[in-house]
C-alpha cells in the first residue's frame, strides 16, 4: 500500500483486512481508525455548522426585512432603522436557541437596512484534530422598493427598451410606481421628447434618455428584479369554439366564449360585448377604424400563435374587466404558452377606458395612439414583458381604486408595496 493510495485506498485494505488475520486486522485499524474519525467528524460538525448558518442567515433576513418597514415613517432615523433590525435579529436568535453578534446599519437616501451576524461555533468532534471552533457569518440586506402601488412592470429581464418610450410619448402615472425588471444599461428608455413621470420609477439595470426631463423622479437603478406578481394565477377555463375565423361586420352583441382564429370587428360595426370571458384563440382580436366596441366585466384571454391585440386608429373602446370569476380584475390575460414577442397594438385615438390589469407575460404592449390611452379609467395596471410607447400617446395609468367594484389583482396595485431582500 503506497500514500498515493489516499483514505480510500486505506479504507479498501481496511474492508479487505477483515478477512486477514486478527493481528493484521488491528494493524490496518490503528491506521485507518484515526482518518475514519476524522471523516465522521467533518461530516457531524458540518451538519451542525450548516443549521447555525441557516438559523442566523433567517434571522438576518427577517431582521433586515422588519427593520426595512421603519423607512415608510417619515420621522425615521438611521440609529432607529439599526436599532429595530438589531433587536428583531436578537429575538429571532433567541427563537432558534443561537448567539451571534450583531451588526446591523441603514442607509437613508438608498432606503436599504443590512443585517450582519457572526458567532464563533464550537466543533464536536474536530476538536480532537486541532480545530476547536469555526466562524460563521451572513448577511442581508433589505430595500424598500417604493411606497407607492405598482401599475407598471416590465418583466423582460435581459434585453434593452423593456419599458420604453419614443417620438413625444407621455406615460403618467402620477400615483404609482413603475418598475423595468431589465439588468440592461438601455433596460429603461425614453427619448425624442418622451416623459415617463410617476410616483417612483425604478430599473433593475440602468436608465437612458437624451437630457433631463425624461423622468420625474429620477429613476432608482440597480432595483431588485420583481418576480412575476400575476405567474400563480390561474388561466381560465375554456371550452369549444363559439365562432371560427370571426368577422363582425355589422352592428351586434357578442356573447363569451372561445373565438377559434381570431375576431376581427371591422369599420361601421357597433359591438357589444357581453359580460364574461372571450378567449381568442390562434388569430388576433382586431378593432378596425371607424368600429365601436364597448363591454363592461369582459375578460380577454389571448392564446396561441397570433392571438395578440390589435386596436386600430380611429376605432372607439371602452371595456372594463370582470369583476368576479376566473378573470377578476384582468381585462387581459395572455396564455403562458403563447409565442414570446408577439406585438399587442394600441394604436386607437379613441380608447379612453380600459379598466383593470393588462397581463401579457409573453408579449410586448406597444400604444402608439395620437390622444390619450386608458386616462377614464379608475384603474389600469400593465405586466407586460415588453412595455413601449412612440409617436406621441399619453397613457394614463390612474389608481382611483375606490372608485369601482373591479378588484386589483393580488400582486399589484395597492397591495403590492413593501421591502424586499437584495442580498
Known sequence: MTRRRGILGLLAVLRR????????VMMLFSLGAPLLLAGAGVAVDYGLLSTARADLQNAADSAALAAAREFRLGNTSAATVANVADKFAQQALAQSRQQGQVSASADMSAKTVTVAISTVAKTTIMHMFGVDAATVSVNATAKVVGGAPICVIGLEPSENFTVALDKNARLEAPGCAIYSNSTKSNGLNAKDNATI?????????????????????????????????????????????????????????????????????TAGATVTMSPGTYAIRDGAFSIGGGATVSGVNVGLYLSGKGARLDFQAASTISLTAPKSGDLAGMLVFEDRNSPIGQVHDIVSDNARTLLGTIYLSRGRLH?????????????????????????????????????????????????????????
Open 17 to 24: 483486512g477483515w478477512r486477514d488475520e486478527a493481528g493484521g
Open 197 to 265: 413621470k410617476a410616483a417612483f420609477i425604478c430599473s433593475a439595470g440602468g436608465k437612458s434618455s437624451p437630457g433631463p426631463g425624461s423622468f420625474v423622479p429620477t429613476p432608482q437603478t440597480d432595483c431588485p428584479v420583481l418576480p412575476d406578481p400575476l405567474a400563480t394565477r390561474p388561466a381560465p377555463p375554456v371550452a369549444g369554439c363559439v365562432m371560427t375565423d370571426a368577422v363582425i361586420k355589422t352592428s351586434t352583441t357578442l356573447y363569451p366564449g372561445a373565438y377559434c382564429g381570431g375576431l376581427a370587428i
Open 367 to 423: 400604444v402608439a395612439a395620437n390622444k390619450p390611452v386608458a386616462n377614464e379609467s379608475a384603474y389600469t395596471i400593465v405586466v407586460a414583458r415588453q412595455f413601449t410607447l412612440s409617436e406621441g400617446p399619453t397613457m394614463v395609468l390612474n389608481t382611483n381604486y375606490s372608485a369601482t367594484n373591479i378588484p386589483v389583482p393580488a400582486g399589484v396595485g395597492p397591495g403590492a408595496n413593501g421591502p424586499r431582500l437584495t442580498q
